[in-house]
């Protein structure tokens, strides 16, 4: 199924009283132990990346899995500290992302705008809040959140937004209920999955199936285990229908040029598939020639968004302003422009 609304999910989670487990993702056999596991105990999940711009790969396989799996789930990249991993993030397919720690005003007021503009939930960690092997930290859900000026006050302002406990270890049984009690609704597994896929290294299997195969069994055994002591194994069910889908919005545009020929015409299109796909919560741009020579409209663009929310921070944002001012509309006025959102089962 396609991703699910984290805001949505999170609303049933504390509806019901448990924690949806935020899984490290860091290859395929951790990303497939996971997944087994949250088939089998029926419990959502959030699969989360970290690092740099080798993770999109990973990226797009958590996606593609998701959107074949039944189970709600969520995409979260951890750490983001700049504006180009938060669009990197975003635009690869993320529906959740969480900020460092530690920003100045400046760039976390950047942040926040470009991720309300796309739509996208964020979490801070909360550093006054450490307690030994967990941190807790504030997951802002929109439109909760305050404008961007404000931002710098989140951990102050008493907005209503969810607590995600980061656990550097297991927990002591007696914590789980009063986690729970508490209102902790994500439990942010950081050690499960790496120490797992160490453990199974120095095992000092050769062979590179059998050890992959190794994490995946591991992986999907333990997490099992904690959807049962963080009450979300059986909740898939209900939350499926409790959550909206993620779905993409497609932006679509039929045009014909004048004062162009079909090498202008192309020269144009290329140039704008650079500019528009670097645009914050743009997934994917696709420009093509009609193959029919007699087509009312000659040319198409196709652009993704990754939310709904993109359409109006999109239609201002400068690079596409610029584009479409200076390169575009002056040679298409003969245009019709039509935004549709995906249709799920």
């Known amino acids: 199924m396609p991703l699910v609304v984290l805001e949505d999910l999170l609303r049933h989670a504390r509806h019901r ?30 699969l989360v990346v970290e690092g740099g711009a080798d993770q999109v790969d990973l990226v797009a396989a958590a996606e593609c899995a998701a959107m074949r799996s039944r189970i709600p789930l969520a995409i979260h990249w951890h750490g983001i500290d700049d ?9 690869a397919g993320c529906n959740s ?4 720690s530690g920003l100045n005003e400046e760039v976390l007021c950047k942040l926040v705008r470009t991720a309300q503009d796309c739509g996208v939930p964020l979490t801070m960690q909360a550093e006054t809040e450490s307690l030994g092997s967990t941190l807790l930290a504030k997951g802002i859900q929109w439109p909760s959140l305050p404008s961007a000026s404000d931002s710098a006050s989140w951990l102050q302002a008493g907005l209503d937004t ?6 550097k270890a297991d927990p002591e049984p007696g914590q789980i209920e009063e986690w729970l009690q508490s209102g902790v609704v994500v439990v942010h597994a950081a050690h499960l999955t790496t120490h797992i896929t160490a453990s199974c290294l120095q095992d000092k299997e050769d062979d590179l199936v059998r050890l992959q195969s190794a994490i995946r069994r591991t992986v999907a055994a333990r997490l099992a285990e904690w959807t049962r002591l963080w009450k979300v194994a059986g909740q898939a069910a209900e939350a499926r229908v409790r959550c909206r889908r993620w779905t993409p919005v497609e932006h679509v545009i039929l045009f014909n040029v004048q004062g162009l020929d079909e090498a202008g ?10 500019v528009l796909a670097a645009v914050p919560g743009v997934r994917r741009v696709f420009s093509g020639q009609a193959v029919q020579q007699e087509a009312r409209y000659r040319y198409c663009w196709v652009i993704r968004f990754v939310h709904p929310a993109v ?14 001012d200076g390169r575009f509309r002056p040679v298409a006025r003969d245009r019709i422009s039509i935004d549709y959102q995906a249709q799920v089962d």
């Not at 009283?17 to 959030?46: F, K, M, N, S, W």
């Not at 969810?162 to 656990?167: E, G, S």
């Open 97 to 100: 992302v969480g900020l460092a």
């Open 311 to 324: 359409i109006d921070s999109y239609r201002y944002h400068p690079q596409h302003v610029d584009f479409a």
């Open 265 to 274: 015409a192309t020269d144009m299109m290329a140039e704008g598939r650079h």
């Open 83 to 91: 504006e180009a991993g938060l669009i990197r993030a975003i635009n």
């Open 17 to 46: 009283g448990y924690a949806v487990i935020a899984c490290q993702v860091t290859d395929l056999a951790v990303l497939h132990g996971v997944l087994d596991a949250a088939e089998e105990a029926q419990a959502p999940a959030i």
């Open 162 to 167: 969810d607590w995600w406990l980061y656990c």
